[in-house]
Protein backbone atom coordinates (compact mmCIF):
# COMPACT_ATOMS: atom_id res chain seq x y z
CA UNK A 1 0.00 0.00 0.00
CA UNK A 2 0.97 3.03 -0.58
CA UNK A 3 0.87 5.42 2.70
CA UNK A 4 0.03 9.18 2.18
CA UNK A 5 1.61 12.14 5.02
CA UNK A 6 0.40 15.12 5.17
CA UNK A 7 1.78 17.95 7.55
CA UNK A 8 1.10 19.83 9.29
CA UNK A 9 -2.00 17.98 11.62
CA UNK A 10 -3.22 21.09 11.96
CA UNK A 11 -2.46 24.65 11.84
CA UNK A 12 -3.70 28.35 12.18
CA UNK A 13 -3.80 31.21 10.24
CA UNK A 14 -5.26 34.80 9.68
CA UNK A 15 -6.87 35.81 6.83
CA UNK A 16 -5.41 36.92 3.65
CA UNK A 17 -2.33 34.75 5.04
CA UNK A 18 -0.13 32.34 2.25
CA UNK A 19 -0.91 28.57 4.04
CA UNK A 20 0.35 25.65 2.19
CA UNK A 21 -0.29 22.23 3.30
CA UNK A 22 2.79 19.31 2.17
CA UNK A 23 1.52 15.53 1.08
CA UNK A 24 4.13 13.08 0.93
CA UNK A 25 3.97 9.69 -0.60
CA UNK A 26 5.51 6.80 0.43
CA UNK A 27 6.45 5.98 -3.51
CA UNK A 28 6.06 8.02 -6.69
CA UNK A 29 2.80 8.35 -8.10
CA UNK A 30 3.38 10.32 -10.76
CA UNK A 31 0.94 13.49 -10.94
CA UNK A 32 -1.84 11.22 -9.61
CA UNK A 33 -2.76 13.35 -6.92
CA UNK A 34 -6.36 15.10 -5.70
CA UNK A 35 -6.85 17.35 -2.84
CA UNK A 36 -10.24 17.81 -1.00
CA UNK A 37 -11.82 20.22 1.31
CA UNK A 38 -14.18 19.18 3.93
CA UNK A 39 -16.02 21.61 5.54
CA UNK A 40 -16.99 21.22 9.29
CA UNK A 41 -20.08 18.67 9.00
CA UNK A 42 -20.03 18.52 5.61
CA UNK A 43 -19.43 16.20 2.34
CA UNK A 44 -15.79 16.31 1.31
CA UNK A 45 -15.79 18.68 -1.88
CA UNK A 46 -12.96 17.96 -4.91
CA UNK A 47 -10.46 20.90 -4.97
CA UNK A 48 -7.50 20.10 -7.62
CA UNK A 49 -6.35 16.31 -9.42
CA UNK A 50 -4.14 15.73 -11.18
CA UNK A 51 -1.67 17.09 -8.54
CA UNK A 52 -2.37 21.23 -10.32
CA UNK A 53 -5.47 21.03 -11.95
CA UNK A 54 -8.54 23.15 -10.36
CA UNK A 55 -11.63 21.40 -10.46
CA UNK A 56 -14.31 23.71 -12.33
CA UNK A 57 -15.65 26.20 -9.83
CA UNK A 58 -12.79 26.06 -7.54
CA UNK A 59 -11.47 29.69 -6.61
CA UNK A 60 -8.20 30.37 -8.26
CA UNK A 61 -6.88 31.18 -4.71
CA UNK A 62 -6.29 27.45 -4.23
CA UNK A 63 -3.54 25.45 -6.14
CA UNK A 64 -1.40 22.74 -6.67
CA UNK A 65 1.70 21.43 -7.62
CA UNK A 66 4.22 18.47 -6.88
CA UNK A 67 5.04 15.05 -8.72
CA UNK A 68 6.73 11.80 -8.03
CA UNK A 69 6.56 11.80 -3.68
CA UNK A 70 5.97 15.38 -3.13
CA UNK A 71 3.28 17.80 -3.30
CA UNK A 72 1.50 20.82 -2.01
CA UNK A 73 -1.85 22.34 -1.63
CA UNK A 74 -1.00 26.32 -1.79
CA UNK A 75 -4.46 29.10 -0.47
CA UNK A 76 -2.47 32.30 -1.73
CA UNK A 77 -4.60 34.55 0.67
CA UNK A 78 -6.72 32.92 3.14
CA UNK A 79 -10.60 33.54 3.31
CA UNK A 80 -13.06 32.89 6.39
CA UNK A 81 -14.69 30.07 4.06
CA UNK A 82 -11.67 28.21 4.03
CA UNK A 83 -11.44 26.60 7.21
CA UNK A 84 -12.04 22.80 6.85
CA UNK A 85 -10.09 19.61 7.17
CA UNK A 86 -8.11 19.46 3.65
CA UNK A 87 -6.72 15.83 2.83
CA UNK A 88 -4.77 14.45 -0.41
CA UNK A 89 -5.49 11.72 -2.20
CA UNK A 90 -3.54 9.13 -4.37
CA UNK A 91 -5.19 7.10 -7.08
CA UNK A 92 -2.13 6.01 -9.35
CA UNK A 93 -3.89 3.01 -9.68
CA UNK A 94 -7.84 1.76 -8.98
CA UNK A 95 -6.72 -0.74 -6.53
CA UNK A 96 -4.31 2.01 -4.46
CA UNK A 97 -6.66 4.29 -3.28
CA UNK A 98 -5.62 6.13 0.34
CA UNK A 99 -6.51 9.43 1.63
CA UNK A 100 -3.35 10.98 3.77
CA UNK A 101 -4.60 11.67 7.33
CA UNK A 102 -6.32 15.14 7.27
CA UNK A 103 -4.89 18.95 7.54
CA UNK A 104 -7.48 21.16 10.19
CA UNK A 105 -6.72 24.68 9.21
CA UNK A 106 -8.15 27.35 12.09
CA UNK A 107 -8.44 30.72 12.28
CA UNK A 108 -5.89 32.23 14.82
CA UNK B 1 -27.23 18.00 -12.17
CA UNK B 2 -25.79 15.08 -11.17
CA UNK B 3 -26.92 13.63 -7.55
CA UNK B 4 -25.64 10.53 -5.42
CA UNK B 5 -28.56 9.79 -2.19
CA UNK B 6 -27.44 6.63 0.08
CA UNK B 7 -29.85 4.94 2.13
CA UNK B 8 -29.97 2.08 4.55
CA UNK B 9 -30.45 1.32 8.04
CA UNK B 10 -28.85 3.50 10.25
CA UNK B 11 -28.29 0.83 12.75
CA UNK B 12 -26.90 -2.48 12.60
CA UNK B 13 -25.91 -5.38 15.13
CA UNK B 14 -22.02 -6.48 15.19
CA UNK B 15 -21.49 -9.80 13.81
CA UNK B 16 -24.41 -8.64 10.51
CA UNK B 17 -24.33 -7.40 7.63
CA UNK B 18 -24.25 -3.42 6.87
CA UNK B 19 -26.31 -2.88 3.86
CA UNK B 20 -26.24 0.68 1.88
CA UNK B 21 -27.95 1.80 -1.41
CA UNK B 22 -27.01 4.59 -3.49
CA UNK B 23 -29.29 6.04 -5.91
CA UNK B 24 -28.12 8.27 -8.91
CA UNK B 25 -30.31 10.67 -10.84
CA UNK B 26 -29.46 13.65 -12.96
CA UNK B 27 -27.24 11.23 -14.65
CA UNK B 28 -27.27 7.47 -16.08
CA UNK B 29 -24.93 4.94 -13.80
CA UNK B 30 -24.49 3.28 -17.07
CA UNK B 31 -22.70 6.24 -18.30
CA UNK B 32 -19.55 4.21 -19.79
CA UNK B 33 -17.44 7.27 -18.75
CA UNK B 34 -17.57 6.80 -14.93
CA UNK B 35 -17.03 4.15 -12.11
CA UNK B 36 -18.97 4.40 -9.09
CA UNK B 37 -17.73 4.08 -5.28
CA UNK B 38 -17.82 3.67 -1.78
CA UNK B 39 -15.93 6.00 0.77
CA UNK B 40 -15.66 5.68 4.50
CA UNK B 41 -15.36 8.13 7.70
CA UNK B 42 -15.55 7.18 11.53
CA UNK B 43 -16.72 9.72 13.68
CA UNK B 44 -13.52 12.36 14.19
CA UNK B 45 -11.14 10.34 11.81
CA UNK B 46 -10.13 10.52 8.20
CA UNK B 47 -11.42 9.39 5.26
CA UNK B 48 -10.60 5.37 3.67
CA UNK B 49 -12.10 4.20 0.54
CA UNK B 50 -13.84 1.08 0.09
CA UNK B 51 -14.43 -0.02 -3.50
CA UNK B 52 -15.22 0.95 -6.95
CA UNK B 53 -17.43 -0.23 -9.33
CA UNK B 54 -18.65 -0.21 -13.30
CA UNK B 55 -21.57 -0.58 -14.66
CA UNK B 56 -20.05 -3.43 -16.17
CA UNK B 57 -19.82 -5.21 -13.05
CA UNK B 58 -16.30 -4.84 -12.94
CA UNK B 59 -14.66 -3.98 -9.17
CA UNK B 60 -12.12 -2.98 -6.96
CA UNK B 61 -11.78 -3.09 -3.49
CA UNK B 62 -9.15 -1.98 -0.88
CA UNK B 63 -7.30 -4.82 0.02
CA UNK B 64 -7.52 -4.21 4.69
CA UNK B 65 -11.59 -4.97 3.25
CA UNK B 66 -11.54 -7.07 0.41
CA UNK B 67 -12.90 -10.30 2.55
CA UNK B 68 -15.77 -8.22 3.53
CA UNK B 69 -17.17 -6.00 0.84
CA UNK B 70 -18.92 -6.51 -2.26
CA UNK B 71 -19.98 -3.84 -4.35
CA UNK B 72 -23.07 -4.66 -6.71
CA UNK B 73 -24.97 -2.81 -9.29
CA UNK B 74 -28.67 -2.16 -10.69
CA UNK B 75 -29.11 -0.07 -13.33
CA UNK B 76 -32.84 -0.52 -13.96
CA UNK B 77 -32.74 1.37 -10.51
CA UNK B 78 -29.60 3.29 -11.32
CA UNK B 79 -28.08 2.47 -8.38
CA UNK B 80 -25.39 0.90 -7.00
CA UNK B 81 -25.18 -1.31 -3.62
CA UNK B 82 -22.83 -2.04 -0.28
CA UNK B 83 -22.34 -4.88 1.46
CA UNK B 84 -20.00 -5.36 4.44
CA UNK B 85 -20.36 -8.58 6.43
CA UNK B 86 -19.10 -9.41 10.08
CA UNK B 87 -19.41 -5.55 11.31
CA UNK B 88 -17.69 -4.66 14.70
CA UNK B 89 -17.65 -1.62 16.04
CA UNK B 90 -15.10 -0.56 13.91
CA UNK B 91 -17.14 -0.20 11.10
CA UNK B 92 -19.52 2.84 12.66
CA UNK B 93 -18.54 5.37 10.06
CA UNK B 94 -20.39 8.37 7.84
CA UNK B 95 -20.65 5.58 4.71
CA UNK B 96 -20.09 7.97 0.97
CA UNK B 97 -21.08 7.08 -2.16
CA UNK B 98 -19.16 9.07 -4.79
CA UNK B 99 -18.39 9.00 -8.84
CA UNK B 100 -15.17 8.61 -10.39
CA UNK B 101 -14.11 9.55 -14.14
CA UNK B 102 -12.43 6.57 -15.66
CA UNK B 103 -9.37 6.20 -15.93
CA UNK B 104 -9.63 8.77 -12.83
CA UNK B 105 -9.46 7.47 -9.60
CA UNK B 106 -10.49 10.53 -7.65
CA UNK B 107 -14.27 11.40 -6.39
CA UNK B 108 -15.89 14.26 -8.69
CA UNK B 109 -19.13 14.06 -7.05
CA UNK B 110 -20.63 12.65 -3.58
CA UNK B 111 -23.52 11.94 -1.76
CA UNK B 112 -24.17 13.70 1.16
CA UNK B 113 -23.38 10.25 3.63
CA UNK B 114 -25.16 8.46 5.73
CA UNK B 115 -24.58 7.68 9.33
CA UNK B 116 -24.17 3.97 10.18
CA UNK B 117 -23.53 2.80 13.85
CA UNK B 118 -22.80 -0.44 14.66
CA UNK B 119 -23.92 -1.49 18.16
CA UNK B 120 -25.95 -4.42 19.87
Known amino acids: DIQMTQSPSSLSASVGDRVTITCRAS??????LAWYQQKPGKVPKLLIY???TLQSGVPSRFSGSGSGTDFTLTISSLQPEDVATYYC??????????FGQGTRLEFK | QLQLQESGPGLVKPSETLSLSCTVS??????????WGWIRQPPGKGLEWIGS???????YYNPSLKSRVAISVDTSQNQFSLKVTSVTAADTAVYYC????????????WGQGTLVTVSS
Open chain 1, 50 to 52: AAS
Open chain 1, 27 to 32: QGISNY
Open chain 2, 26 to 35: GGSISNSSHY
Open chain 2, 53 to 59: LYYGGST
Open chain 2, 98 to 109: ARLPVGFWFFDY
Open chain 1, 89 to 98: QNYNSPLSIT
